[in-house]
């Protein structure tokens, strides 16, 4: 990973030395990098910027932010900062969206919102009324029930509104297709809905996916089918001008993907393409959750037990659960870093790490080799990490509530440079046993509505 680094047996991640933070502040810790956020955003725009001009390609990139990934305030705010639009996908995702459009208009510029998923009559009624409040919204059309909701609607002026094909994923899940996105047959539907009236503006085509199990050759396949799509949609829609790939951008751990090659590539695809077909290059929209995010989160933990039931590992506990740590591992099989922070120069051993609860399932190792190998542990402590947990971890667990056993939270840093200078703000510490208590409402008032 770009980020990490390991000299004089040392961990650095960063810049950071983990196993002097660790040491000075325990565990279980998280610390978040916001100057990371800001890096993979400015890096990719510049990417496709450079790629841009010398290709000469007509279109503009827009880097979109995926909220979803993660919902922090202090990385939602960040990436708001440094993107060009905000990519929502539920009512309330808005409704957040929204806060910081209003809080923050002095950063707007000229950015605006992009609304995917399935809507809700609330999510689509909000879409209105942010449109017609004056900020610019994308409503990226799901269904045929949110087309009729919008058409019967009435508008000082048009709201821009994009498709969601439903096409193949070909990698990722499988080659299937999903449930979002409109079908063939509804497509058909929908353009005859949008012909003759002045009410919503077609402007994007959109299209999902799957960005960490990236394959050059099938991302390409659908490349060409939105392309074509596009083409064929813009023969009775003049206003289109947006090609918006959501969850595409390719995400990997050795570091040895050259985003700079990856987007000039796309962007000489996309304009030869467009060129072959004589029509107008189309701006291009990437909604980015996973590359944003992950990389801006560290793990660390301490290894509290050792135990031997299995004559080919040791078992290495950790003061955490993992099933609360990486959940994103256990619900879709996102690969997860583990890396011993200290003790580098002892022999490695064959260990499984597993969480301090009860369940056989809480534990993690590399699935092909059966182990992960550890320092052996002498007489110093052992602190272990996990990179790469910032997106999706907190938005599926009850982060900040009845957690796995009950075990603690981990106390969370924030980091960020403030003239050069890196800075640590604690901004949450670890519960203690009466905040837990009344996270699971241990209340007697409370006891007596059942009795």
Same mark, same amino acid.
């Given at each position: 990973?770009?980020?990490?680094?390991?000299?004089?047996?040392?961990?650095?991640?960063?810049?950071?030395?983990?196993?002097?933070?660790?040491?000075?502040?325990?565990?279980?810790?998280?610390?978040?990098?916001?100057?990371?956020?800001?890096?993979?955003?400015?890096?990719?725009?510049?990417?496709?910027?450079?790629?841009?001009?010398?290709?000469?390609?007509?279109?503009?990139?827009?880097?979109?932010?995926?909220?979803?990934?993660?919902?922090?305030?202090?990385?939602?705010?960040?990436?708001?900062?440094?993107?060009?639009?905000?990519?929502?996908?539920?009512?309330?995702?808005?409704?957040?969206?929204?806060?910081?459009?209003?809080?923050?208009?002095?950063?707007?510029?000229?950015?605006?919102?992009?609304?995917?998923?399935?809507?809700?009559?609330?999510?689509?009624?909000?879409?209105?009324?942010?449109?017609?409040?004056?900020?610019?919204?994308?409503?990226?059309?799901?269904?045929?029930?949110?087309?009729?909701?919008?058409?019967?609607?009435?508008?000082?002026?048009?709201?821009?509104?994009?498709?969601?094909?439903?096409?193949?994923?070909?990698?990722?899940?499988?080659?299937?297709?999903?449930?979002?996105?409109?079908?063939?047959?509804?497509?058909?539907?929908?353009?005859?809905?949008?012909?003759?009236?002045?009410?919503?503006?077609?402007?994007?085509?959109?299209?999902?996916?799957?960005?960490?199990?990236?394959? *050059?050759?099938? =991302?390409?396949?659908?490349?060409?089918? /939105?392309?074509?799509?596009? %083409?064929?949609? #813009? $023969?009775? !829609?003049?206003?289109?001008?947006?090609?918006?790939?959501?969850?595409?951008?390719?995400?990997?751990?050795?570091?040895?993907?050259?985003?700079?090659?990856?987007?000039?590539?796309?962007?000489?695809?996309?304009?030869?393409?467009?060129?072959?077909?004589?029509?107008?290059?189309?701006?291009?929209?990437?909604?980015?959750?996973?590359?944003?995010?992950?990389?801006?989160?560290?793990?660390?933990?301490?290894?509290?037990?050792?135990?031997?039931?299995?004559?080919?590992?040791?078992?290495?506990?950790?003061?955490?659960?993992?099933?609360?740590?990486?959940?994103?591992?256990?619900?879709?099989?996102?690969?997860?870093?583990?890396?011993?922070?200290?003790?580098?120069?002892?022999?490695?051993?064959?260990?499984?790490?597993?969480?301090?609860?009860?369940?056989?399932? *809480?534990?993690? =190792?590399?699935?092909?080799?059966?182990? /992960?190998?550890?320092?052996? %542990?002498?007489? #110093? $402590?052992? !602190?272990?990490?996990?990179?790469?947990?910032?997106?999706?971890?907190?938005?599926?667990?009850?982060?900040?509530?009845?957690?796995?056993?009950?075990?603690?939270?981990?106390?969370?840093?924030?980091?960020?440079?403030?003239?050069?200078?890196?800075?640590?703000?604690?901004?949450?510490?670890?519960?203690?046993?009466?905040?837990?208590?009344?996270?699971?409402?241990?209340?007697?008032?409370?006891?007596?509505?059942?009795?």
């Amino acid at each position: 990973m770009k980020y990490l680094q390991t000299k004089d047996n040392k961990v650095f991640y960063n810049g950071v030395d983990l196993t002097a933070f660790t040491e000075k502040n325990g565990t279980p810790t998280k610390i978040v990098f916001l100057d990371i956020v800001e890096n993979q955003i400015t890096f990719l725009k510049n990417c496709f910027d450079k790629a841009i001009e010398k290709t000469k390609y007509n279109g503009k990139f827009f880097y979109l932010n995926a909220n979803k990934a993660n919902y922090a305030s202090e990385i939602v705010y960040t990436a708001f900062k440094y993107s060009d639009a905000i990519e929502t996908s539920s009512y309330y995702d808005l409704e957040l969206s929204y806060e910081f459009f209003k809080t923050f208009k002095s950063e707007v510029k000229n950015k605006f919102l992009v609304c995917n998923g399935f809507k809700t009559a609330e999510y689509v009624q909000k879409i209105y009324d942010i449109h017609t409040e004056g900020t610019k919204i994308i409503d990226i059309i799901d269904d045929l029930n949110e087309l009729d909701y919008l058409l019967g609607k009435e508008y000082n002026y048009p709201l821009e509104i994009g498709f969601r094909i439903n096409i193949e994923g070909l990698y990722g899940h499988k080659a299937e297709r999903d449930r979002f996105g409109l079908s063939e047959k509804d497509l058909k539907v929908a353009v005859s809905k949008l012909k003759n009236q002045s009410k919503l503006k077609l402007t994007t085509v959109h299209f999902h996916q799957r960005g960490f199990e990236y394959e *050059d050759e099938k =991302f390409y396949i659908n490349i060409n089918k /939105i392309a074509n799509y596009y %083409i064929a949609l #813009k $023969k009775d !829609f003049k206003s289109i001008q947006n090609l918006d790939i959501g969850g595409g951008t390719p995400w990997f751990y050795d570091d040895k993907f050259n985003y700079e090659k990856w987007a000039n590539n796309l962007i000489l695809c996309l304009k030869n393409f467009f060129d072959e077909k004589g029509v107008l290059h189309p701006n291009l929209f990437i909604e980015n959750g996973k590359y944003t995010t992950k990389d801006c989160i560290v793990n660390l933990y301490s290894v509290v037990g050792v135990k031997n039931t299995d004559k080919n590992f040791l078992w290495y506990i950790l003061d955490t659960s993992l099933m609360m740590a990486i959940p994103e591992h256990y619900m879709c099989g996102e690969p997860m870093k583990f890396l011993a922070l200290n003790n580098l120069e002892n022999k490695k051993i064959k260990t499984k790490v597993c969480g301090i609860t009860c369940d056989c399932d *809480d534990i993690f =190792f590399d699935q092909e080799k059966g182990y /992960i190998l550890m320092p052996k %542990i002498t007489d #110093k $402590k052992q !602190f272990i990490g996990i990179v790469g947990t910032g997106s999706y971890q907190d938005s599926l667990t009850a982060n900040a509530q009845v957690r796995h056993c009950l075990v603690p939270n981990e106390q969370k840093f924030v980091s960020f440079l403030k003239n050069g200078e890196r800075k640590f703000v604690l901004v949450k510490n670890t519960k203690s046993p009466n905040e837990v208590l009344k996270d699971v409402d241990f209340d007697k008032k409370y006891f007596k509505l059942f009795n």
